[in-house]
């Protein structure tokens, strides 16, 4: 697998003709939808002079709202989707293949809901499961596939208004070995401790009906980002050894995105949150920038580093 100075070569060198033809192609997609939003917001103000002059209750106009705020979505999904599709077969679908050969890429395809459910990682009501830009294939001989997920269960309201709550949004990757744990270590992000402080917020986390038993780890620094549960308590500390645990720790610095883990049977699984798609590129941004290039590729490469480290944890297999 190309390391990342590679693959920003790739990126630059080789996809940079494509780059500047699509550059050019959102700069006026962005004057287009920069009028259109203009045009919208004008008929706006017109239809909300009206209603006050006709003195209209508050939920008409918060039904205006809703529909201003509706319409503009379509309407940007509409004009960008076009340039959206150029993006990801001329550069994504590019990019990954130049991360690994192996790797296969489906922009309309996403990671099963049956294998984010064994994953364990989330324990609520699943009531719309939706995704895209699937990857699948072998790195360093591993199967792994992975995709991003917006994940959601319907809520209720004291008023009996319905609205949808997300349970997860981001990066998704499962991955198999040939070797199988014997029990299930689940690592989440640490959000009692922080919260409540150590005393309390350690109750917090020994009381939770949702998951196993709870893990001490040897590493103040790792207990303070993270909180591990598992039917194994040693298999568990075998499993996050000091070096994994650091590379843990490194991706959760790197990323400043929430991490979750899962070691079960013959699977790993990982799950990065995100506030948006990886792969979708922002109109109101360049191409051109190397942070907006690269986030995935860093990402993706953080996330592999510890399969590789499982892999390669002799310690660990050696006890199968």
Do not use: C
């Not at 004008?42 to 529909?67: A, D, H, K, Q, T």
């Not at 000091?242 to 929430?258: A, C, D, G, V």
């Amino acid at each position: 697998m190309k390391n990342i100075s590679e693959l920003t070569d790739f990126y630059y060198k080789v996809l940079y003709p494509d780059l500047q033809h699509l550059e050019q192609q959102r700069k006026e997609l962005k004057k287009k939808i920069t009028q259109a939003a203009l045009g919208l917001t004008f008929v706006l103000l017109l239809i909300v002079g009206f209603l006050l002059s006709y003195n209209m209750p508050v939920e008409i106009f918060v039904f205006v709202g809703f529909g201003y705020i509706s319409i503009g979505g379509f309407l940007y999904r509409y004009m960008t989707k076009e340039y959206t599709f150029d993006f990801k077969q001329k550069i994504i679908e590019p990019l990954i293949h130049a991360i690994d050969e192996q790797l296969s890429y489906s922009a309309q395809a996403y990671v099963p809901r049956h294998v984010f459910e064994h994953s364990d990682l989330f324990t609520s009501r699943i009531d719309r499961f939706r995704g895209n830009d699937y990857i699948q294939g072998k790195i360093d001989g591993i199967p792994i596939e992975f995709s991003d997920l917006h994940v959601e269960k319907k809520e209720r309201t004291q008023k009996r208004q319905e609205y949808w709550h997300t349970i997860f949004k981001g990066l998704f990757i499962a991955s198999e070995f040939n070797k199988k744990f014997h029990g299930k270590t689940v690592v989440l992000p640490d959000r009692a401790q922080n919260t409540f402080g150590d005393i309390f917020g350690h109750w917090l986390q020994s009381n939770n009906l949702h998951r196993d038993a709870l893990v001490k780890m040897d590493s103040p620094e790792f207990e303070k980002e993270f909180v591990v549960y598992s039917t194994d308590q040693i298999e568990a500390r075998y499993i996050l050894s000091h070096s994994l645990m650091q590379r843990i720790l490194n991706f959760k610095h790197k990323s400043k995105h929430p991490l979750y883990v899962s070691f079960i049977a013959n699977r790993i699984y990982l799950a990065i949150y995100y506030d948006k798609d990886l792969f979708e590129p922002s109109v109101f941004r360049s191409l051109l920038e190397y942070k907006i290039a690269m986030e995935y590729i860093q990402t993706l490469h953080l996330a592999v580093g510890i399969i590789e480290e499982l892999k390669l944890n002799k310690k660990l297999w050696s006890k199968q």
